[in-house]
């Protein structure tokens, strides 16, 4: 279960975390440039943020205050991981929220060298690499045991067919069981068969 309801609600998080930080170091951080944080040109965002911005806009150097915003997520998100390994992934679910809309604070998270990718992402490619690869040992296999026309085109076609065909499978199941009980299931017998075929060699 996600420890934030909404967008606003991990922007919250995030913003709050930084401005601790400053505090903390005694690096001043006016109100404005606090709420500067919250811009987003199609996301939630402040109310008067448009005047907001004007302000920023008219007081504030734009480098020099994402060099110092950059500087303060790096300690902040490190002080909370060294701190407490929850607080730490805290932040990953709260950066994992926003990287689905458009959000201006995601830009310095960037430059800070954390990952904006939703949580999962990696372990998605992966399985679906794998599954194309096992997919095309399969057929290779088959067209050897079953004399089937293995040349380069056919194959191509095999493969595709295969591809297809795992795709729908993919999308009647998510139907059914739901995307996120679907990709569990995913992940589970990647991991069995990975492990099995680790075991065989």
């Known amino acids: 279960m996600s420890n934030f309801a909404n967008s606003e609600e991990a922007k919250e998080f995030l913003v709050s975390r930084i401005a601790s930080e400053a505090q903390l170091e005694g690096i001043p951080l006016s109100e404005t440039e606090r709420k500067e944080l919250y811009l987003s040109e199609t996301a939630w965002t402040l109310p008067n943020m448009a005047q907001i911005n004007k302000e920023f806009e008219q007081m504030f150097d734009q480098d020099s205050y994402e060099d110092k ?18 607080d730490g992934k805290l932040w990953a679910e ?6 689905n ?5 995601l830009v310095m998270i960037r430059r800070a060298g954390l990952s904006t990718r939703p949580r999962g992402d990696l372990a998605k490619l992966w399985s679906t690499a794998v599954i ?14 079953f004399n089937i026309d293995a040349s380069r085109e056919a194959m191509g076609f095999y493969l595709w067919a295969g591809a297809a065909a795992t795709a729908v ?24 068969t990975i492990a099995r075929w680790v075991r065989i060699r």
């Open 101 to 105: 809309e458009d959000h201006y604070i």
């Open 169 to 192: 499978c993919y999308v009647l199941i998510s139907v059914v069981l739901g995307q996120e009980r679907t990709n569990s299931l995913v992940g589970r017998v990647v991991e069995k």
């Open 132 to 145: 194309l690869v096992m997919l095309l040992v399969f057929l290779i296999l088959a067209a050897a045991h």
């Open 69 to 86: 915003i950059v500087r303060l997520i790096k300690t902040a998100r490190n002080r909370d991981r060294e701190a407490n390994a929850a």
């Open 94 to 99: 709260a950066i994992g929220i926003l990287s």
